[in-house]
């Protein structure tokens, strides 16, 4: 495996090399799609008698993002083909996530479509009845914009300083950047290239999450442990990519989890959304 470790980490290459996942970082731009292509908002990929997704409340989803296998890169454990959508709750300053128990996905939903049919004729294309406006707690970007997904060459991810099990992945690492943080002086510098080493603040499929505050995960009487990076979509405006204004609260990242082996058995409804910001 080859990775430009920055001098600053080469003592702690073989723990860091090992930590690696493969994951498929990817980026926006504000281009036409087609229904059945990966994209970020828009119109999602619907069959014409596939119910649109509602909350318990009977209004409609806000239609997230949705990913086409067969455009991105081959990952471990992950389908080959297919699409899988995310839903969240447009209305719902919360997203739709339940803070008390985030497996409770009664205001968020992942539909995985298996076989994927690339004919608009076949497909819903009136969203009219879906309505979202900026002003809706629970719109990430504007109800209107669409952007398409261009991923990159899978890569091996090193394990991010956001991952509740950091320091038990990478004790040594853990320990030197532990011990700078204690100097009075310290800048946060080494953390800062560490953090653009690991490319945690990045739109990807698998790997490893970034935070702005905590790994849930790693905290409270939650059972999460188990679960494994899904999907991240980070907060991504036009400073970066022209015509994008992806904003979750402020400035923060929408994550989604779950277990291996629900991966492996395309148990999507299984996996758990949060969101966290500054």
């Known amino acids: 495996m080859s990775l430009n470790i920055p001098v600053e980490f080469q003592d702690f290459a073989d723990e860091i090399i090992a ?3 493969p994951s498929a970082p990817f980026t926006l731009t504000a ?3 087609q229904l059945w ?3 970020v908002g828009g119109k999602p990929y619907l069959p014409r008698d596939f119910a649109y997704p509602n909350n318990p409340d009977g209004e409609p989803l806000f239609f997230l993002a949705q990913i086409n296998f067969a455009q991105m890169p081959a990952l471990p454990d992950f389908p080959s083909k297919g699409i899988l959508q995310f839903f969240i709750d447009g209305k719902d300053d919360c997203y739709g996530i339940n803070f008390d128990d985030y497996t409770d996905n009664s205001r968020y939903k992942l539909i995985y479509h298996a076989d994927v049919v690339e004919n608009a004729d076949e497909l819903q294309q009136d969203f009219d009845f879906v309505q979202f406006d900026e002003n809706d707690y629970g719109v990430p970007f504007p109800p209107n914009h669409s952007y398409q ?3 990159q060459a899978a890569t091996p991810q090193p394990i991010t300083q956001h ?3 950091f320091g038990k992945v990478v004790p040594e690492l853990f320990d030197f950047l532990d011990e700078k943080s204690e100097d009075d002086d310290y800048e946060w510098d080494l953390h800062d290239k560490y953090d653009e080493f690991s490319n945690s603040e990045q739109h990807r499929v698998g790997g490893y999450p970034y935070f702005t505050q905590d790994d849930v995960r ?3 009487s939650y059972d999460l442990k188990d679960y494994v990076l899904l999907f991240q979509l980070v907060s991504d405006w036009g400073t970066y990519n022209e015509g994008v204004d992806i904003l979750w609260g402020d400035c923060g990242v929408g994550n989604f989890f779950i277990r291996p082996e629900d ?3 395309l148990a999507f409804d299984k996996a758990f959304f949060t ?3 500054c």
């Open 163 to 165: 991952d509740f099990a």
């Open 263 to 265: 991966l492996k058995n």
């Open 19 to 21: 930590s690696c996942k």
């Open 31 to 33: 281009t036409p799609t």
């Open 218 to 220: 790693g905290y409270g």
């Open 149 to 151: 997904i261009h991923f």
């Open 275 to 277: 969101m966290d910001c």
């Open 37 to 39: 292509d990966s994209k």
